[in-house]
């Protein structure tokens, strides 16, 4: 039991068939979902195992981010992270609304069995769990077909390695950009495969280091499908 997993969306709409699965699965693990609302979404989110935050709930938090944050914006997804870190959950879990788990979906663990990855510029992530033409958003359009992205030649097997953040891809409708949508838009799905992990960049500074400097940023290891985006 991870009493201490805590999943985070935010939403204007009603509980869906997704957070509805996701609720439960995070219940048969002790953990349990927030949700956080916003101007035009719903008064009352009637879904066990869930925290619901309307703005009204937002304004009484001791949070001044949640006073300072403008409405009908993605950005009140914050305020749910600053709860579960306050709850002191140590894990939290960042999906979408519209995103219903996998089978097999289960609670993630902070060591992972992964293949390690040499250090690139970019790495097209999705293109080692496809070979067909696919990039995630924010990927520079110049590389979407550079093989250097995603050719890994012989690669060695999997090991434990330590993964404090953790990334699942989507199936049915990925994380891409508008081009990738107005070119190849269609229903998609990763191959299986073993998960990846990416080293950190050596100099990099991660979102929390100070001005002038601070530690890199913590390895990432991606994994097959998760989740179907509906």
Known sequence: MNTGLR?????????????ARLAGL???EGGRLIVVGDRKGPAIFDLPGCRFLSLADQAELPFR????????????KNIGYLLA?????????????DNVPAAGWTARTPTVDAVRLPLRPWMNVYRLFSDDPIWPRGFPLR????PETFRLGETPPACRVDAPIQQG??????DVDAVWRL??????????????WLPPVPGALSTA?????????????????????G
């Open 143 to 146: 590389l979407a077909n550079d």
């Open 169 to 174: 891809l989507a199936d049915r409708s990925p």
């Open 7 to 19: 999943a985070v969306v935010t939403t204007i709409a009603g509980p869906s068939e997704g957070l």
């Open 65 to 76: 981010l949640a006073r300072a944050l403008p409405t009908d914006h993605y950005a009140r």
């Open 183 to 196: 070119l190849l838009d269609r229903d998609f799905s990763f191959r299986a495969g073993p998960s990846v």
């Open 209 to 229: 280091s100070p001005p002038g400097g601070g530690p890199p940023p913590s390895p990432c290891c991606t994994s097959r499908a998760t989740a179907r985006s």
């Open 85 to 97: 870190v306050a709850e002191g959950s140590a894990c939290i879990y960042e999906t979408d609304d």
């Open 26 to 28: 995070l219940q048969e």
